[in-house]
């Protein structure tokens, strides 16, 4: 493998260090070295703090690329054409969370072992963190709630962690496992159906 070249590249800056955090993360589990990125990106690792502030804005903007796919699985709610098949929508958005958390498991990794960069999510907690995944959730259940497709007593923060949860474990599960994980893992189908008399409407 040709590596590239030292020295700040022209252009595309952002992106040749956030596809070298990736790797590194992806590679070396928990590490988070900006030396490696930089070294890896090709540009001086300065450009990493000058562009992304500090290593926990440079984990941010890694989970920012893969946001799309947070959004695109929780899309079928709230929605006013959803199927109604409330057992086959709850397991979409839970394989489909899962899919976003495996994505981003070793950025969790990183979080969780690596102290300094815990105590930066705490000062930065109102906007920074995985509990801000919450909320949109619970605002789509609440969408549900007024369209009369869910159960009015739900508590939709509660019922937000309940799938966020469900995807979180099963990529959890996956990342750490591999393929064993399908042998220990409940299907997405069954979880939902778990789930199921926790959003069903009154």
Request: no cysteine.
């Amino acid at each position: 493998m040709t590596e590239s070249r030292r020295g700040r590249p022209s252009t595309g800056v952002r992106e040749a260090v956030l596809k070298a955090t990736e790797q590194v993360l992806g590679e070396a589990g928990l590490a988070l070295s900006t030396k490696e990125i930089a070294r890896r990106a090709g540009v001086v690792e300065s450009s990493i703090f000058y562009h992304f502030g500090n290593r926990l804005g440079l984990l941010q903007a890694v989970i920012n690329l893969h946001l799309p796919v947070f959004a695109d699985a929780t899309v079928v709610l709230g929605r006013p054409d959803r199927s109604g098949d409330l057992k086959a929508d709850l397991g979409a958005v839970i394989a489909g969370l899962e899919r976003f958390y495996l994505r981003i498991m070793p950025i969790l990794g990183a979080l969780q072992s690596d102290r300094q960069l815990r105590e930066l999510l705490v000062e930065r907690e109102a906007e920074v963190g995985p509990h801000l995944a919450l909320k949109p959730v619970a605002e789509l259940l609440r969408a549900e709630q007024r369209a009369g497709r869910m159960r009015a007593s739900l508590d939709p923060a509660a019922g937000a962690l309940l799938l966020i949860g469900a995807g979180h474990q099963r990529a959890l599960h996956r990342y750490l496992l591999g393929d064993l994980a399908a042998g220990v893992l409940p299907s997405v189908e069954s979880v939902a159906e778990a789930l199921v008399p926790a959003f069903q409407k009154d």
